[in-house]
């Protein structure tokens, strides 16, 4: 999923309380060492994910969508 808005408008703040209650990581590319790892290796930097993930403030390291795409692209489609 993703959740485009403008700034400040509680996009985070929406994120956390679709969690209902179950664990997710939050990642912020906000901050430089996890910026930089994600500009680094970006295929790697997803590949090393596990379960439900937020990552905040991607706009900053556009190189992870591509890797992204790969990794929902592998994925075997559901069945309905």
Do not use: C
Not at 11 to 24: A, E, M
Not at 37 to 45: E, I, L, M, T, V
Not at 63 to 74: N, Q, S, T, Y
Request: no cysteine; aromatic share 4%; net charge positive.
């Amino acid at each position: 999923m993703l959740v485009n808005g403008p700034r400040q408008s509680g996009k985070t703040t929406l994120v956390w309380s679709l969690r209902d209650g179950k664990p997710r990581r939050y990642i912020t590319l906000d901050e430089a060492p996890t910026l930089a790892a994600a500009k680094a290796d970006p295929s790697g930097f997803i590949a090393a994910l596990e379960g439900p993930v937020t990552l905040d403030e991607i706009q900053h390291a556009p190189e992870l969508f591509p890797a992204i795409k790969v990794v929902i692209d592998r994925k075997p489609a559901a069945s309905s």
